[in-house]
């Protein structure tokens, strides 16, 4: 038998998704309306926390609500109605959404829905050890089947592998890690650093494929398998953790009438193609095909798209955001780097194990890349932000 669906509630605003991007537009709306009622819709078991975080504590494990970005006491005191549950529909003529079998009544609707894994699936089956890597859950559940001295093969050399690839050793397994690019970090490195990580990696016993993907897998025994690549001999393995890429979750949003795209398509006040819905974070698609898929994009994000739900006319300026990767004690910094681009300068400086690569346009600095040297991080991203001339900016580097 069907559940019934419940009474009608009504809310001001109703946010769906509470990463940061959702926590920053509830936070933004109570800043404009001191009244007006909030729901902040929760898809996890925990309360809201920060996602970048969990690759990096794999190992040692956490508490459920240690990296909660709020603590319970915040969501009442702003007098925001925060509730685990999960929409099924979004209904734009009624302005109406189903949350479990409750029906609620909105007059503003901000979508934070955020992305999901890019799956290698059919090319491999969920079964036989396949797991992706997402969410707190996803910790809980490795976590609980780590056996130790396993051979663990991560597929996708982005932040989160390497990342994972670190956690992994530590749990006290043998990894291998397998990239479709020939080189770590492609997007974000330059061939300098990109080789520093992977000749870090082999001397912590890492066997890394580059320029290489998986194509199938058998069973050869047991709980034994191989994974086929597409170059050079099958990869015997016990487990596989797979993080090549997000992609916007636009399924609400799409069956619900929404025009999408690759996300949710928003205009500069991040706006969506129904006037009383807005878009934020990893799920909001810019002019030109942009999706950012960034902390700090989405954190900027969600205060303008909940100050606009109030009535206000912030524009999204897109902008670049720092990329760090912070792993086997080494510190990476990469911010709009415009390698192999003809129309930049750029001046390489290396001392002792520091490295930075400084890219300029007309005399101003653009962009950067930069290793082990964590306390000019900051300064090298207010200086991009902020155009800083390449005279003042070569005082503060060797």
């Known amino acids: 038998m069907s559940k019934k669906t419940e009474v009608l509630k009504y809310y001001d605003y109703v946010v769906i998704g509470s990463g940061i991007a959702g926590i920053n537009a509830s936070e933004s709306i109570r800043k404009q309306d001191?009244?007006?009622?909030?729901?902040?819709?929760?898809?996890?078991?925990?309360?809201?926390?920060k996602r970048?975080?969990?690759?990096?504590?794999?190992?040692?494990?956490?508490?459920?609500?240690?990296?909660a970005l709020k603590p319970v006491e915040w969501y009442e005191q702003m007098t925001i109605e925060l509730v685990n549950g999960t929409v099924s529909q979004v209904l734009l003529e009624t302005k109406e959404l189903i949350l479990g079998n409750e029906k609620i009544q909105w007059n503003k609707l901000i979508m934070c829905t955020g992305s999901k894994p890019v799956e290698i699936y059919p090319i491999l089956p969920p079964w036989a050890g396949l797991h992706y890597f997402r969410?707190?859950?996803?910790?809980?559940?490795?976590?609980?089947?780590?056996?130790?001295?396993?051979?663990?093969?991560?597929i996708g050399g982005g932040v989160q592998g390497i990342e994972l690839t670190e956690q992994m050793l530590s749990l006290g397994n043998k990894v291998s890690l397998i990239h479709h690019a020939k080189m770590l970090m492609n997007r974000h490195f330059d061939d300098f650093m990109a080789d520093h990580l992977g000749q870090l990696l082999k001397e912590k016993g890492v066997e890394v494929f580059l320029e290489t993907q998986a194509i199938a897998m058998q069973k050869i025994e047991n709980k034994c398998f191989e994974i086929i690549l597409d170059r050079g001999e099958p990869l015997r393995y016990d487990k596989i953790i797979v993080s090549i890429g997000t992609m916007p979750d636009i399924h609400l949003a799409s069956e619900a009438g929404l025009k999408t795209n690759?996300?949710?398509?928003?205009?500069?006040?991040?706006?969506?193609?129904?006037?009383d819905v807005y878009a934020a974070g990893d799920v909001a698609e810019h002019s030109g095909g942009l999706v950012s898929g960034l902390w700090h994009a989405a954190e900027k994000q969600g205060m303008i798209a909940g100050a606009n739900a109030t009535g206000k006319q912030f524009e999204f300026e897109k902008t670049n955001f720092r990329l760090k990767l912070n792993a086997f004690n080494q510190y990476y910094f990469s911010m709009n780097p415009q390698i192999d681009n003809p129309e930049f300068e750029d001046v390489i400086c290396q001392k002792d194990d520091k490295y930075y690569r400084l890219f300029f346009a007309e005399e101003r600095l653009c962009g950067a890349l930069m290793m082990n040297d964590k306390d000019k991080a900051k300064l090298l991203e207010t200086a991009i932000r902020e155009s800083v001339e390449r005279v003042e900016i070569m005082r503060v580097f060797p």
């Open 34 to 49: 001191a009244s007006g009622k909030i729901l902040l819709i929760n898809g996890e078991d925990r309360l809201p926390y």
């Open 52 to 67: 970048t975080s969990i690759s990096k504590r794999l190992s040692a494990g956490f508490q459920k609500e240690e990296l």
């Open 262 to 275: 690759k996300g949710i398509l928003v205009d500069q006040f991040l706006k969506t193609s129904h006037p």
């Open 135 to 154: 969410n707190a859950a996803d910790v809980d559940f490795i976590r609980s089947q780590n056996k130790g001295n396993e051979h663990i093969v991560i």
